[in-house]
């Protein structure tokens, strides 16, 4: 494996984070490098990333736009008459 002039910086910089550490936690630290380069050790259960799990609170819980549209708008705090675009 090539190291190239950058990512050496990068461990320095990461060096000058962590070399303050305690000797315990160095190791520990090592270990969990270690095992994250493993080819057996065991993966973490795949996170969903899909879009829908951005939106949980606009789940469909069966309320029309219309009536989305005309709660939002009786919650406002403001008076002003929204004018069309027509």
Not at 9 to 19: A, G, H, P, Q
Not at 36 to 47: A, H, L, N, R
Not at 74 to 81: D, E, G, Q
């Given at each position: 494996m090539k190291v190239y002039k950058f990512n050496v910086?990068?461990?320095?910089?990461?060096?000058?984070?962590?070399?303050n550490l305690s000797d315990d936690l160095k190791l520990e630290l090592a270990s969990r490098l270690?095992?994250?380069?493993?080819?057996?050790?065991?993966?973490?259960?795949?996170?969903?990333?899909?879009w829908e799990s951005l939106f949980g609170a606009w789940k469909n819980d069966g309320t029309s736009a219309e009536e989305l549209i005309d709660f939002v708008r009786?919650?406002?705090?403001?008076?002003?008459?929204i004018e069309s675009f027509d």
């Open positions: 910086k990068i461990l320095d910089t990461w060096w000058t984070l962590l070399k270690i095992d994250s380069i493993k080819k057996d050790s065991p993966k973490p259960p795949p996170v969903n990333n899909g009786s919650s406002r705090l403001s008076n002003r008459k």
